[in-house]
């Protein structure tokens, strides 16, 4: 699920809860994916209000804004991520009621590895299991091959089997099974 993390000098966002929702509602524009509740209560932001004196700029502003937005890995290809920094650009400057702070939101996107997250109950992991399943083409099955009882026996099937290189038989603890 993404994640979305603001973070401004104490005073600049006027609208803290507001710019929450429009960005995570404009992450899920942007990754396509429905408005479901599975997506709209786990797609979270937060923003983060620093003391003046906690954060500088190389000549001393304090006047620009940090958006971190943590998304599976390959959510967005560069189209959508191109789109996603310029809308939360937007959207930063229209909270603060200043339109020049579009021009000083460093916008950062990160991707979690497959496996490197989760989330409440484990459902990132999960979800991340399903999709490998479900962007995997389908395998057609090889048929099963027969084999006679003679066949079974003869002592090149049994020293293929000791190899593994027979398709479709297996050793058990209880014998051959096909």
Do not use: C
């Not at 090149?156 to 479709?168: M, N, V």
């Amino acid at each position: 699920m993404p994640m979305i993390d603001v973070y401004a000098a104490r005073g600049v966002i006027e609208d803290r809860k507001g710019l929450a929702q429009e960005l995570t509602q404009a992450v899920m524009r942007w990754e396509k994916v429905p408005a479901i509740p599975f997506f709209t209560d786990n797609t979270a932001a937060f923003v983060h209000e620093l003391e003046t004196d906690s954060l500088s700029t190389a000549g001393g502003g304090t006047d620009h804004v940090r958006v971190t937005v943590t998304t599976n890995a390959d959510a967005l290809n560069r189209e959508q991520q191109l789109g996603l920094v310029k809308e939360i650009s937007e959207l930063v400057a229209k909270a603060s009621g200043d339109p020049s702070l579009a021009g000083r939101a460093w916008v950062a996107l990160t991707e979690a590895v497959p496996g490197g997250w989760g989330g409440p109950w484990g459902l990132g992991h999960r979800r991340s299991r399903l999709h490998q399943r479900r962007d995997r083409p389908a395998r057609a099955r090889a048929p099963r091959q027969g084999l006679t009882s003679s066949e079974l026996t003869s002592a090149g099937h049994r020293a293929r089997l000791r190899r593994g290189t027979q398709p479709g038989i297996t050793r058990s603890r209880r014998g051959l099974r096909g």
